[in-house]
């Protein structure tokens, strides 16, 4: 096989030829290398080549981000190198033979080549039934039939998403089952969702997801290089400053191709990409995406449904019920095999009988031994994410936060929405507020019910409306601390200034209402700042600690949902076990008690008594308490505070092992 790859490199009017005459030869993206290889995620200085003493030659991996295999084998360090060897560096094949590398400054087409590939699932349901087939490189490839036909299984499992299934895939000879880690930054994939955020420009959501998936050695001028490449190859340029709102559905599905095209990957996967275009539309993306597979050299894949632009694929996959293979070949061999010129119609003879069409292309394609083409594969270890985690936090908090500053009318009506609370409770309270139990009580407890409410409606939606892009940078190394880090920080920065406006029209309002009375007194003595303003921080310091912690509850059950709508519809159930069990509106103990004490709208209502000393107020001492509970009590109080916070992380680091299943979230 090794003889085959270095005669097809020496037949390559590409072809690249160092001698080893020197004790070091450096093989990277920059161009002070003796091997330039050019993609992004080739490391400035990605390998070195070192002659020993003794004449042996030796690969090092310098701590590059995708590494190096040798014959399939992952080298972690260094590695001796015998004649013939096959040096893979993402879509670049090297050979060292006779003193010599020979190489491509371009990488070559992958080749895909799926051996005895099935899915089982739900107790014995075959959706994929003993696929074999090879996909050339640079070939533009659709794979096409009817629902339930396995069409978008059988893409999960080329792209090595899915891997809960028997047989393997291999990537020029290369298992990707054991090798996923080190050849998975040369695959791109568009999923049907787009994977962009319509609230920035196009250039801008370009920019984050470069500085995102790119290595961080990228320069400046590097990622604005490579932008400008990718607009211009998707006639996109004129459209980088607009709005991804306002694009038109063509528009909206290249920008997201242009996203994953940055990384500059060789094997391009897209999930019906064509759905819901017009003619027009769809016959110009089919032709751009011709082009990328001749002009780039990449091997292209796709799911689709529709039939006019065929003609423009190299080869089609026709799936039948039960994840069957039926065909793979261009239009006219399909046309001949099945004896139909129209395509459509070859739907329905699919239809009706899949196992008699995969049985005839399993007699026709007999002679192919697939099994025996199997690369040398090799056990694979995850190679470690090098990417820092707070660099990937840098870029989603300023990637949110400019999303939030975008969306300016959401933006207004959360920050007008503690302003017409704390009027509202200004407006009902009366001259018994702060004077006796029942009438101050009922103000704090709204109070604490209007910050869990800001909390967590801001916070319900902010995973799961975005899941599709979030599961597409999970999968190209996104660590999720950083997501949910950067997500709770921009929602804490909102929370401040909401908290501000709560405390100010609400509980200082209140006080100036009330202020002339002298039965009134604020502070009593009892604050921790030691001065009469210590109340007021003390509320806003307590709603600010509820609102963040309801904001990481709100998190949490979004990432447990998919969608917007569940996620809402579970938002009043919680709120309602959060109010019954505060302590306020009924006498909790036994059982009662013990759940509240996993409720933080307890810990919040008990923070508030304490810092207005409810329960010495008139009328609170005829209330059955637990002896000490909305009592002045400084390291109490602290306690209260330190409970929410507790709380806070727990539901961030919930949140962030919950969000792992999202790798296996089907369409």
Known sequence: MTVLWLTHLRDSEDLRRVELRKDRITIGRDSGNDIVLSNPYVSKLHATVVTRGDGVKEIWDNSSRSGILINGKQVWEQKPLMDKDVIQILGFQLIYSQNCIYYKRKASGIVLRAVGVSKVVDKGKKILDDVNLEIKGNEFVAIIGGSGAGKSTLMGVLNGFDRNRTGDVYYNNISISQNFNSIKDIIGYVPQEDIVYE???????????????????????????????????????????????????????????????????????????????????????????????????????????????????????????????CFAGNVEEAKAFFDMDDLTEIYNMIAADPLKWANAYAEIN?????????????????????????????IVFKRYLKLCMNDWRKLAIQLVTPVIMGLIIWFIADERFLRTYSGTKSILFTMSCAAIWIGLFAAIQEVCKERSILKREYMANLRLPSYISAKFSVLMLQCIVQAVLLTLTGFVGLSLKYSGDDDIELTAGNTLLGDDKGITWEVFITLLLTMLASVALGLLISSFFKNSDKATTIAPFVLIIQLVFSGMLFELDGAKETISYVTFSRWSVDALGRITNLKLLEGGELVDTDGSMFEWAADKLVNDWCILIAMTLLCLIISTVVLRRISKDSR
């Open 366 to 394: 007999k002679s192919r031994d697939f099994r025996g083409e199997r690369g040398s594969g090799g056990s694979l270890q995850s190679k470690k994410n090098k990417v820092s985690g707070l660099y990937q936090f840098e």
């Open 199 to 325: 609230n920035l420009t196009l250039r801008d959501m370009l920019r984050y997801s470069a500085e995102l998936r790119m290595p961080a050695d990228q320069t400046d001028r590097e990622i604005e290089m490579r932008i400008d490449e990718v607009l211009a190859t998707l006639d996109l340029t004129e459209h980088q400053h607009t709005y991804i709102r306002t694009m038109s559905g063509g528009q909206k599905k290249r920008a997201s191709i242009a996203v994953e095209l940055l990384a500059d990957p060789k094997v391009f996967f897209l999930d019906e990409p064509t759905s819901g275009l017009d003619p027009g539309t769809e016959k110009n993306l089919m032709l751009a995406m011709n082009r990328l597979s001749k002009e780039q050299e990449r091997t292209i894949v796709m799911v689709t449904h529709t039939t006019q632009s065929l003609h423009l694929c190299d080869k089609v996959i026709f799936m039948g019920p039960g994840g069957r293979l």
